[in-house]
């Protein structure tokens, strides 16, 4: 038995004293009505409505359903209600795990265009290049970049965008250094090596011949900070790798420049991870659907 509809069908027959307007309050039939109220009583086990008078009441047992019936009823209506409306309106704590090239680099330019549109939520940004368990330290949602697939039973995955990696170097190294024309020619460079999680220690490079040539990266300066290596890159400390999203204003600019543009390096992707549930929290979805709609705009 439905209970939430015996307590609607129930309250509805106690509001208006008839089996008759009960069912036109409900549309139902009048012997519908009466059905239902029959199978209340037994799962029940007592008589809800006396039946030995004309004029419609209630038994002792009747008054106290009928009170925790509306009881019930006002809380669920409640909880539909702000169901609701936390789905037209998302709102509260949101905690956000980002990589350091994403959470220093990309969006702090973005934040106000996503607090101006979502002002009831409250972000959380921790930035780290570490590897962060989303649902053993409570966060909601994870930006990720990686050069494969990701794959996590416990979580799902939504792909953002994806950027190739480039080289760079700022124009004062490569005026004191000079531009390398081949691969090969990086041996004599100061290559800065990112050291992060899961980071390779030599960089795959793919000429235009299709020749793939693996650098080692022995250079003089190594970090597991992306926000070191991209100050030191500016800084004319040698050649370093990062995607091309995380350096395109600099490109733009001209602080930094392309080297060996001809070759590639490989792509990377931009996740979103978050738990697995049957609803995703609406705040999730709006986080999310702002970053795709930024990465797609960008």
Not at 208 to 234: C, E, S, Y
Not at 273 to 295: D, S, W
Request: hydrophobic residues 45%.
């Amino acid at each position: 038995m439905d209970q939430l509809l015996a307590m609607r069908i129930f309250h509805a027959l106690v509001e208006a004293r008839s089996f008759s307007a009960a069912g036109e309050m409900l549309g139902m039939s009048h012997s519908s009505v009466s059905r239902q109220l029959k199978q209340t009583e037994s799962a029940l086990g007592v008589a809800l409505v006396n039946r030995s008078t004309r004029q419609f009441s209630l038994t002792p047992a009747g008054e106290r359903y009928h009170r925790h019936c509306v009881d019930i009823l006002a809380r669920v209506d409640a909880m539909t209600h702000a169901m609701t409306d936390e789905r037209e309106q998302p709102s509260g704590p949101l905690r956000v795990t980002v990589p350091l090239a994403i959470g220093t680099l990309e969006l702090p330019a973005w934040l106000p265009a996503f607090r101006l549109r979502y002002p009831d939520i409250d972000l959380t940004l921790s930035c780290s290049d570490q590897y962060v368990d989303l649902l053993a330290e409570g966060f909601d949602v994870a930006l990720r970049i990686s050069s494969t697939p990701l794959a996590d039973s416990n979580l799902q995955a939504k792909l953002l965008t994806a950027s190739e990696t480039v080289l760079v170097a700022s124009p004062a190294y490569l005026s004191q250094a000079g531009l390398p024309r081949t691969p090969e020619a990086l041996a004599s460079h100061q290559c800065l090596r990112f050291a992060g999680a899961n980071s390779p220690d030599a960089w795959t490079i793919t000429a235009p011949d299709a020749q793939v040539h693996r650098v080692t990266l022995d250079g003089a300066f190594t970090t597991d900070a992306i926000t070191a290596l991209f100050a030191a890159a500016l800084a004319g400390s040698g050649i370093a790798a990062f995607t091309e999203r995380t350096v395109r204003a600099e490109l733009s600019l001209g602080t930094l420049v392309r080297v060996l543009p001809q070759c590639t390096l490989g792509r990377s992707h931009y996740y979103a991870l978050y738990p697995q549930t049957r609803h995703v929290n609406p705040k999730v979805r709006a986080f999310i659907g702002f970053m795709t709609e930024h990465y797609r705009e960008s």
